[in-house]
């Protein structure tokens, strides 16, 4: 007999969401290179495209909220580089790219390499704080490693000249652009490492691409960098810019100027504060000179003869002058103490058990008062609420009723279940009435009945 093997059924929707999840869960986020094709911006601001090569493409599509932050506009035929999510569209059932970011190719693969070089840097420790080393305060001699024709140079020469027209400046030139670009900076670190002729250098060069600074970005000048023994600036391109250069770096300017005016000292200010050093020494030779003078002169009074006699007056009158000094003394602190003692005395006054038993006392009577005076309100609220409540129940009583002249009249001829008669049909003649009065009842007997 042939066994039955069960097939789950599923429904295309429930198909395509579970190969949805497959596709997200397994692959998720991934870079793809390629060429796009097939480009459409409808007005709603998404972008659809495909993204294909020499054998095969793949729909992709990227939403406004991400393709805002494209630095350029892609068209069709652009060789670009995306990081996106693999997924699928439920609707339609198509297999596709939802592109997070989205940038030139060659691009793309620098800023990828850029950030793996940077990230095994990093974990080496190259970039450490405590291998960075302080820049000189005051320095005679600059070394400059750049470009010997570039603006980056001029610049630099230029601040100097201003600020600092005392500091030597030795170029060290190298290419900072290209192919060899690396390993000329490379040779011209080294050499001013080699000669130590400098107290720091800068590394400079003016701004440009990823690919014009890419030198820069170099683990062999990298490496070089972090041994160096004489400190570093690294002031490569402009403020936005940034190079493994300036991460290894010991200090990092945001532009060639700036890193000349980091390790150079405004010209004015320093006359200042030589003046300002040359006044304060003035001012401690002359304060030197009036403490010498005034020691010379008790010294020589001490060393001056005296009489005897005139010696003993002397201390005789210091004798006096002491016990004057102590009786004024003793005056004093009798006075002091005298002072105290009445303090204390009205202190302990204020503290005395009687003054407190009376201020409690009278605390106990105010508010035996209050609780009187209260007691009564609420007596008479109550009374007058009770007669509130007598009169209006009294205007609702049946015996109220009964006093303005009306009656209440049963029908007794069943003594079983007598009934209040309120129409004539519910009397017979004959039947036993009771009529009940303001004061006293009336037995009575139907003789006629009239609806």
């Known amino acids: 007999m042939q066994q039955e093997t069960s097939t789950q059924v599923y429904t295309v929707t429930h198909l395509n969401r579970h190969a949805r999840l497959l596709l997200e869960g397994e692959l998720g986020t991934v870079a793809i290179s390629g060429e796009i094709s097939n480009l459409s911006t409808p007005s709603s601001g ?9 054998q095969s493409q793949l729909r992709c599509a990227m939403f406004k909220g991400n393709n805002r932050s494209v630095a350029f506009r892609p068209k069709n035929g652009d060789q670009v580089l995306i990081f996106g999510k693999v997924t699928l569209y439920e609707p339609r059932g198509d297999y596709q790219l939802v592109a997070q970011t989205m940038a030139p190719a060659g691009e793309g693969l620098l800023k990828q390499q850029y950030e793996a070089l940077k990230q095994r840097l990093f974990e080496e420790g190259l970039f450490a704080d405590s291998l960075k080393q302080p820049l000189p305060a005051h320095p005679s001699r600059v070394g400059i490693i750049s470009s010997p024709t570039g603006a980056a140079l001029q610049d630099i020469l230029s601040v100097l000249a201003r600020r600092a027209p005392h ?14 670009a690396a390993m000329q900076l490379v040779a011209a670190l080294e050499t001013a490492n080699r000669r130590a002729e400098t107290d720091v250098l800068i590394l400079a060069r003016g701004g440009g691409s990823l690919e014009d600074l890419w030198c820069f970005n170099d683990e062999r000048l990298i490496r070089a960098m ?17 190079t493994l250069s300036d991460l290894v770096a010991d200090m990092r300017a945001p532009t060639p100027s700036a890193a000349a005016e980091l390790i150079s000292r405004d010209g004015n200010a320093q006359q200042a504060q030589y003046q300002q050093w040359q006044q304060r020494l003035q001012q401690a030779q002359r304060r030197y000179l009036l403490q010498s003078g005034q020691l010379l002169a008790r010294l020589s009074a001490r060393l001056q003869l005296q009489h005897p006699r005139q010696q003993l007056q002397q201390q005789a009158q210091q004798l006096d002058q002491l016990q004057s000094r102590l009786q004024r003394a003793f005056r004093q ?8 003692l009445g303090q204390s005395k009205l202190r302990l006054s204020h503290q005395h058990p009687a003054q407190h038993l009376q201020s409690r006392r009278a605390t106990l009577q105010a508010l035996q008062q209050r609780l009187q005076t209260q007691m009564k309100t609420r007596l008479a609220r109550g009374e007058h609420q009770l007669a509130l409540a007598g009169s209006r129940l009294n205007a609702i009583s049946p015996l109220a009723t009964l006093a303005r002249g009306y009656s209440i009249t049963l029908n007794e001829t069943n003594t079983q279940n007598s009934q209040v008669i309120t129409a004539a049909s519910q009397v017979q003649v004959g039947d036993k009435l009771r009529t009940r009065l303001a004061q006293g009842e009336v037995v ?5 009945v009239t609806e």
């Open 46 to 54: 998404h972008w659809y495209f495909s993204l294909k090569d020499s």
């Open 167 to 180: 500091l030597q400046v030795i170029i060290y030139p190298a290419q900072v652009q290209g192919e060899p």
């Open 226 to 242: 972090a041994a160096s023994h004489l400190p570093i600036v690294s002031a490569v391109g402009h403020e936005v810019d940034f």
């Open 333 to 340: 602190r009798f006075s002091q103490a005298q002072q105290r």
């Open 444 to 448: 009575s007997r139907v003789e006629q």
